[in-house]
C-alpha cells in the first residue's frame, strides 16, 4: 500500500500544514500557509516504493511545471528552503504549486445546480480557459494526456473565476517517445488510441476536451458512463463519426445520437454551433479528430474561437415568452436587429419596441452590441443574464401561447409509467431532470416579471415626461387666459369708440363685423377642451400608478414546488452507497406536471396584467401628443403651445392703430398674433 515517505509535520518554520488536497497521479496534496505573509501554496509530494520509471515522470513533471508559464496552467512555486529538509537526499523533491481556493471541476459539477450541466456563462468560460492552456502546451510540444475534470481546478480572478490544469504526471514532451506503452489515465476520458495502446498525437486531448466540454454540458459524460471497459469499448466503436452520444435508454437500448441531448442550459443558437464543434473533437479516427477540411477556419481551437467571439444578444419576445438569440456584429445597428427580429416574429420593425432592464429603449441607431453580453466581465454562474425585451407598440392585447412544453425524455417516460421501478442511476437522472424543469420554469416565470417591470419603467418615465407637459400646458393655459381676457377688454373699448365717432366720423359696417366676428371667436375659444385634457392625464396617471400594483411575488407557489424537488433529488444523491435501490419517480412527476399547470395558470393572468400595461402607452403618446408633444425640449414645447394659443384668433382683423384707438388697450393687443394679412385688409377698408 502506498505512503508518504515521512510523516508531514504541522509546521515548518513559518509554514503551518492546513489540509490535504487530494492525491495526483504519483503523490499527496497538502495546503500550507505562511503565517508571517498568509501565503498560500499546495506543496505535492512523493509516494513511497516508486518504481524508476514514475520517478523518472515526477522528476519530469516537475521540470515541465516549471518552465510553463500561463494563466490557465497552474504556476510552480519554489519550495521553502525549510520544507526541503524535510525530504531525504534519496528522495524525488517536492513540487510546490499556486494554491486555488476553488476546488477542482469534478467538485462544481457535482454541486446539485450543475445536475443538468453548467450554466451557459460557466461553460463559455470553461471553453476560453481550456482551450488556451491547450493551445500553450501544444505549442511547447506537450500532451496532457489526462484531462478531466479532477485535474482542472478553479480560482477566483477580480471578475470571474479562473480554470486552471493541473496534474502533469502523465504528460508527456512530443519530442521523446509517442508511443503509448502503458495504461495512463482515465477510462471515460481517455482517446481510442490510448486504450489501444497505438501510436497517439496531441489529438489525444482534443477528445478528452470533447468529452468533458459534453460533460459540462449536459451534466454527464457522453458515452455510456455507467459501463464496464470492455463492453465500453467494444460498444463505442461502433459509432458513427459524427455521432456524440451513445446512451441507455430506460428501456436499456443502446442509441447513438449526432445532437447534444435537453435538458441543458445553452441557448439554440450557440447549442447548435457546439454541436458542430463536439462532433470534431469526438471522432474516432485520430487523424480526422478536430479538423473539418470544408470549414474556415479547418482547425478545431480557431473554430472555438470564433464561437467565443460571437457577440450574443438575447430578446426576450414578451408576445410569445421566448428567447431570440442573435450575434451581432460590431457595426451592426439595432435598426438592423429590429428587420432580424420581424423576419423571426412578424412583429414589423417600426411597430418593435426593445427595453432594457432599466426600461431604457434602445434607439434604432445605436449599435446592437450595447446589448451584447460579455462573458469576461460577469460571473458564468449568473442566472440572471442581460436581457432586452421585445413589445408590440401595435398591439394592445397580449394573448399567452401555450406551445406544448418540450419535457426530457426521461420525464415523458415516466409520466407514461409513473410506478415503474428504476435502477438508481437512472432513477437519479430523471429526478434531476424533473427538478431542472421546475426551476426553469420558475426562471422563465421571473423573466417575464422582469421584461413586465420594465415595460412599466418604461411607462413612468413617459408619466414623468407627460407630468412635465401637463404642467407647462396648465400654465400656457393660465397665460392664454389672461390674454384672451385683456383682448376681449380691448375690443369692446375699441367697438364703444367707434359707435362715439360714428355720428361725425368714419362708419364702416364690414369693419364693424369683423370685430364683431373677432369677438366671438375669443369668446368661443375652447376653454373646456383644456381642462378636459388636463384631466385625462389625472385619469391616465391614475392607471399608471394602478399597473404598478402588480404582485411581484405571484410565483410563490413555483418557489414552493421547486424546493420541494429539490430536497427529494437531494436526499436521493445523498443516498449511501449501500442504500442506493432503484426506485419510482411518481412525486417527482406529480411536482412536474402541478409546476406546468400552475405556470399555464399565472400565464394567463400575467398577460391579462400585462394588456393594461400595453394599454397605457399610447393613451400616454397620445395625450402627449395633444398636450404640444412627447418629451422635447422645453423652447420647442413652449413654442408649439403658443402656437396653438394663437390659433384661438387666427384670421381676426384687429383694429389700425389709427386715431380710431388711441387707448393704451389697444396698442398693447395689437402685439398679439397681428398678422401681414390682417394689416393688409385693414389697409383697404380704411382707404374706402
Known sequence: MSRAPLQQPQSCGPWERKERLGTGGFGNVTKWQNKDTEEQIAVKQCRQEMS?????????????MKKLEHVNVVAAREVPEEMKKLVAPHHPPLL???????????????????????????????????????????????????????????????????????????????????????????????????????????????????????ECITGYRPFLPTWQPVPWHNKLRLKQDDDIVVQEDLLGEVRYSKHVPQPNNLNSLLLEKMERWLQLMLKWAPQERGIDPEATPSNCFSQLDVILQLKL??????????????????DET?????????????????????????GIALEPQGLATQCAIDYTEIDGRRTDLPLVFLFD?????????FAPRTLPDNICFAQSDPKRVLPYSPLRRTCGQAWHTIRSLKEDWQRL???????????????????????????????????????????HVDMDKYQEQTSTGIASEKLLGVWREM????????QAKASELE???????????????????????????????????????????????????????????????????????????????????????????????????????????????????????????????????????????????????LCSILSK
Open 519 to 526: 369677438e366671438q371667436k375669443a369668446i368661443s375659444c375652447d
Open 449 to 491: 416579471q422582469q421584461g413586465q417591470k420594465a415595460a412599466i419603467m418604461s411607462l413612468l418615465r413617459h408619466n414623468s415626461s407627460l407630468s412635465k407637459q401637463k404642467n407647462e400646458m396648465v400654465s400656457m393655459y393660465q397665460r392664454l387666459m389672461a390674454k384672451l381676457d385683456f383682448f376681449t377688454t380691448s375690443i
Open 96 to 214: 510546490a504549486m499556486e494554491y486555488c481556493q476553488g476546488g477542482d471541476l469534478r467538485k462544481y459539477l457535482n454541486l446539485l445546480e450543475n445536475c443538468c450541466g453548467m450554466r451557459e456563462g460557466s461553460v463559455l468560460i470553461l471553453l476560453c480557459d481550456i482551450s488556451s492552456a491547450l493551445t500553450y502546451l501544444h505549442k511547447m510540444r506537450i500532451i496532457h494526456r489526462d484531462l478531466k475534470p479532477e485535474n482542472i481546478v478553479l480560482q477566483q480572478g477580480e471578475k470571474r473565476l479562473i480554470h486552471k490544469i493541473i496534474d502533469l504526471g502523465y504528460a508527456k514532451e512530443l519530442d521523446q517517445s509517442s508511443i503509448c506503452v502503458s495504461f495512463v489515465g482515465t477510462l471515460q476520458y481517455l482517446a481510442p488510441e490510448l486504450i489501444e495502446r497505438q501510436k497517439y498525437t496531441v489529438k489525444v486531448d482534443y477528445w478528452s476536451f470533447g468529452t468533458l466540454v459534453f
Open 535 to 681: 384631466e385625462e392625464m389625472m385619469h391616465l396617471q391614475q392607471d399608471i400608478v394602478d399597473v404598478q400594483r402588480q404582485p411581484w411575488r405571484s410565483g410563490e407557489a413555483l418557489d414552493t414546488l421547486e424546493g420541494k424537488a429539490m430536497e427529494l433529488f437531494r436526499k436521493l444523491r445523498e443516498k449511501p452507497r449501500d442504500q442506493r435501490c432503484p426506485g419510482d419517480s411518481q412525486e417527482m412527476v406529480r411536482l412536474v406536471f402541478q409546476a406546468v399547470q400552475f405556470y399555464e395558470k399565472k400565464l394567463r393572468d400575467f398577460y391579462t396584467h400585462l394588456s393594461k400595461t400595453a394599454l397605457c402607452r399610447p393613451a400616454c403618446d397620445g395625450a402627449a401628443a395633444q398636450g404640444g408633444g412627447s418629451g422635447s425640449e422645453d423652447g420647442r414645447e413652449r413654442a408649439g403651445a403658443d402656437e396653438s394659443a394663437g390659433e384661438a384668433t387666427e384670421g381676426a382683423v384687429e383694429p389700425a392703430q389709427s386715431g380710431l384707438c388711441e387707448d393704451s388697450h389697444t396698442a398693447h393687443r395689437h402685439s398679439f398674433y397681428f398678422t401681414f394679412k390682417d394689416v393688409f385688409l
Open 393 to 401: 407598440r401595435s398591439s394592445c392585447s397580449y394573448e399567452p401561447q
Open 313 to 330: 444578444v438575447h430578446v426576450l419576445n414578451m408576445m410569445s415568452a421566448k428567447i431570440l438569440t442573435y450575434s451581432v456584429s460590431e
Open 334 to 358: 439595432v435598426a438592423n436587429l429590429q428587420l432580424r427580429i420581424e423576419k423571426d416574429t412578424s412583429i414589423l420593425a417600426a411597430n418593435q419596441e426593445l427595453l432594457l432592464e432599466a
Open 52 to 64: 524508476e520509471k514514475n520517478k523518472e515522470r515526477w522528476c519530469l513533471e516537475i521540470q515541465i
